[in-house]
């Protein structure tokens, strides 16, 4: 086919002619070369080039652009006699304070002559090279000219060339073939390394035999490309989409000699597999799963899902186990008596669990345990001491805050970024199948939503009966949970649902008294931080005053951690002082407690309180432990109206209602009349303001604040009281009885009035000192309440009541 007549061009521009050894700035590039006749719009960040480009004020300055190859361009040396590129400044944009974007116009070749290390940048002395086409060249250059075009052609019909217009701007200028060699390098993809070589070659005939060999071998490797392809298409033209690309990849991996061998991926899983010793039920599934490995290719990303996965179900333990099911008692007992102080009711039940374990030769069974109570009780740490004592592996797994279920059952392989729950990553830590898994903070998982709902997925995990074919949605194989022994544990028991709740057996932890804490800090606390500090006993000395003193002034809540914090401050202090060079020991009492920590945070505990009116001490329960809750009564001039405030919820404002109601009806009783009511406007208060409020266990002390506001009889406030009264004025029980009964016993109380109910279950693991000090009162109405709480008329004082009906009294008060 002929080709169309060539069309008429003007002549190019002349290039401007820089005068032999006149120095110019120099812009130093890395990842760009420029060649004649390209205009390109260049950013850069280097300090020296953006000085240099700052500097150009005037459009159409003369720069030389130099390219360095090596791995930093503080090094000029090795420019001289080298062959760069005489520019103009066309236009300058500065994108960022950094940065500057200058746009050059490469008009021919110069030679670096010297370059002068100046500041801010560079200049360079260079001579222009003239580009010139011999007559006797003319016929060699235009034929590798025509070569050149006639690859590009071909890589452009084959979709090699991504930008057609490259190809348009090469063409128009085949009738010269120097400048056709440089834009070629420039527009069709040519490396870094290969651009400058064009650059460098000033005999236009060697550079035009450059760009051939590369364009050529482009050419070459795209045919290859072709053929393999061709001839994949040609074999499974009959067959599926699967094998047309299974086939295709076969035919790509013969032709680059990449086939996957013996030693490959797929080989080595499979015999990982046969070694592992898998059951059979997982192995068949882990062939299958290799079985499609092996046709899938590796750059695709369900080869790396299935490589992943296989990973993690060789990683699970399916056999492994810690040993023996033999667990001696005894030395768990002394484990947890050598680790923990008091808690004897959870130590005795923890020991006819492991009892039972061991008769059913260590199959887990009946429900699981759940250690309920403040924070900084020892919840968790008394797993940590059975695992030991059994032997065994321990992992923590902390629930709270999940909402998702996939967190305990796992994602399906489906999702991005897919990986099992947190159970059977626990297992996977754990390296056995029977570790003891402490379940942390069960209470505060969240009850579901659109992600679907954890604390049912635990339900399964939980149950004895069923954990054995547990369901990971992620390894989508059944695994058996049974051999793990679980512990949980949890701040608030109600919290939890009731399904779930269902399967856990609760053992209370309600808190310390100060007795306990100072030995606890003997024994485990102040011989622990003293080593985490790097001191000793003959650095600082306590006393039995002084940790009591601690623990009444300024650390009153139920656990351990801010009696703990409190000590670790002042061991903090020693080690300061220490290490500047104060030697001797600390002796501590009250006053030079006070002078390290400051005031106290808690006042003193009244040894006796004055009886007010409207004014009575409840006990409430929180989650970290008991607390002391006055509650005010006050009658003034009114309608009749009833003021509420505290920040209540409704169960506690029903309350409310429901003592007025009561009062109303024993009003001639405890001496109040019908006017009274009608005009007197009655103002209930519960502080704190700002914490919220919500429960029926403050009915009796509610009852009895609003009948002393109305009658104006004082209520005796050496004594707390809790339980719900109905309109009847019937106590029933409440929850949390223990922990305010040691509340009122940390704030100094002399009695407790307890519903009847509550003092029948909640009385038998008291500590002694408890015992000891307070006296403990069953109520099965509120006129009882009334008529030991609230004084007749005209009293300021209590008055002595017979102690015979004390369930729990006083050693003090046993005389009749």
């Known amino acids: 086919m002929a080709r169309a007549p060539r069309r008429p061009k003007s002549p190019p521009a002349a290039a401007p002619k820089p005068a032999a050894h006149e120095p110019l700035p120099l812009l130093v590039l890395r990842s760009t070369v420029l060649v004649p006749g390209q205009t390109l719009a260049v950013q850069m960040g280097s300090p020296r080039n953006v000085a240099l480009a700052r500097s150009l004020t005037v459009p159409g300055a003369d720069v030389v652009v130099a390219v360095v190859l090596g791995p930093s361009d503080r090094d000029l040396s090795g420019l001289e006699s080298r062959i760069a590129v005489h520019c103009r400044a066309r236009e300058r944009h500065d994108p960022t304070s950094e940065t500057v974007q200058l746009t050059l116009l490469a008009a021919g070749r110069v030679r670096i002559e010297a370059v002068h290390e100046t500041t801010p940048y560079p200049h360079a002395t260079v001579s222009p090279i003239a580009e010139h086409e011999d007559a006797e060249h003319d016929f060699v250059a235009r034929e590798l000219a025509a070569r ?26 085949d009738d010269a073939p120097g400048r ?13 390394e290969d651009r400058d070589e064009v650059l460098q070659r000033v005999d236009v005939v060697e550079r035009l035999r450059f760009v051939v060999s590369r364009l050529e071998k482009e050419v070459d490797r795209v045919r ?27 035919a790509i991996q013969a032709e680059l000699g990449e086939g996957d061998g013996e030693g490959g991926d797929a080989a080595e899983l499979a015999r990982r597999i046969e070694e592992a010793n898998l059951p059979e039920a997982v192995a068949r599934e882990a062939r299958r799963e290799v079985s499609r490995l092996k046709s899938l290719p590796a750059a695709s990303s369900e080869h ?12 699970m333990p399916w056999i492994r186990r810690t040993g023996g099911d033999t667990v001696r008692l005894d030395v768990v007992e002394t484990a947890l008596d050598a680790q923990h102080w008091g808690l004897r009711e959870a130590k005795e039940r923890i020991l006819e669990h492991l009892a039972v374990q061991q008769l059913r030769g260590g199959e887990p069974t009946g429900p699981i345990l759940c250690f309920v109570g403040p924070p900084g009780t020892g919840k968790t740490s008394l797993g940590e001491a059975i695992a030991r004592a059994m032997e065994r592996k321990f992992e923590r797994v902390s629930v709270g805050g999940v909402r998702d279920e996939a967190e305990i059952r796992g994602h399906r392989r489906t999702y991005v970024g897919a990986m099992p729950g947190r159970i059977a990553q626990a297992l996977r830590r754990a390296e056995v199948r029977d570790p003891v898994l402490m379940i942390d903070e069960i209470d505060k998982m969240s009850p579901g939503g659109a992600t679907g709902d954890p604390t049912a997925a635990m339900l399964e995990v939980l149950d004895p009966a069923h954990n054995h074919t547990f369901a990971d949605h992620y390894l989508n194989l059944p695994l058996d949970l049974s051999g793990v022994l679980f512990l949980c544990t949890a701040n608030n028991l109600f919290d939890i649902p009731a399904p779930l709740r269902d399967r856990l057996e609760v053992i209370r932890i309600a808190g310390y008294t100060a007795e306990e804490k100072i030995e606890i800090a003997w024994r485990y606390s102040l011989p622990r931080l003293f080593a985490e500090h790097g001191l000793s006993d003959l650095d600082v000395q306590f006393t039995d005053e002084v940790l009591v003193y601690l623990a009444s002034r300024y650390a009153r809540e139920a656990g351990l951690r801010n009696f703990e914090r409190q000590l670790a401050r002042i061991l903090r202090k020693r080690a300061r002082r220490k290490a500047d060079g104060e030697l001797g020991a600390w002796i501590l009492d009250a006053g030079r407690v006070e002078e390290l920590l400051g005031p106290p945070l808690h006042p003193e505990p009244e040894t006796e309180f004055e009886p007010a009116v409207g004014a009575v001490t409840g006990l409430a329960w929180t989650a970290e432990g008991g607390d002391l809750m006055t509650i005010e009564a006050l009658a003034i001039p009114g309608r009749g109206k009833l003021m509420v405030t505290g920040q209540l919820g409704d169960v506690m404002r029903e309350s409310v209602d429901a003592a007025l109601s009561y009062v109303r009806s024993r009003a001639r009783d405890i001496g109040v009349t019908d006017d009274q009511f009608r005009h007197s406007d009655l103002h209930v208060h519960f502080p704190a303001g700002a914490v919220p409020k919500d429960g029926p266990s403050a009915g009796v002390a509610v009852t009895l604040a609003i009948a002393s506001a109305l009658s104006g009889r004082a209520v005796r406030r050496d004594m707390a009281m809790t339980g719900e009264v109905t309109l009847r004025g019937r106590i029933l029980e409440v929850g949390g009885a223990k922990e305010k009964i040691l509340a ?54 209590a008055v002595v009541i017979d102690d015979d009906e004390a369930l729990v009294r006083p050693a003090t008060a046993a005389t009749d």
């Open 744 to 797: 009122a016993y940390r704030g100094g109380l002399k009695e407790v009035l307890l519903p009847a109910l509550n003092a029948e279950q909640d009385l038998r693991d008291l500590p002694p000192e408890v015992r000891a000090r307070i006296t403990l009162r069953a109520v099965r109405s509120m006129d009882e309440v009334l008529a030991r709480a609230l004084l007749p008329a005209g009293h300021s004082t």
């Open 180 to 192: 056709l060699a440089d834009l070629t390098a420039a527009y069709l993809g040519f490396r870094v």
């Open 224 to 250: 290859v490309v072709g053929d393999v392809m061709k001839d994949a298409r040609g074999r499974v033209e009959r067959h599926q989409r699967e094998f047309f690309l299974r086939q295709q990849l076969r």
């Open 304 to 315: 790396q899902v299935l490589r992943s996965y296989l990973d993690w179900v060789l990683a």
């Open 148 to 173: 050149v075009l006639a690859a590009a052609d071909e890589l452009s019909e084959s979709g090699a060339i991504a930008d057609p217009a490259a190809l348009t701007v090469i063409r128009g200028h």
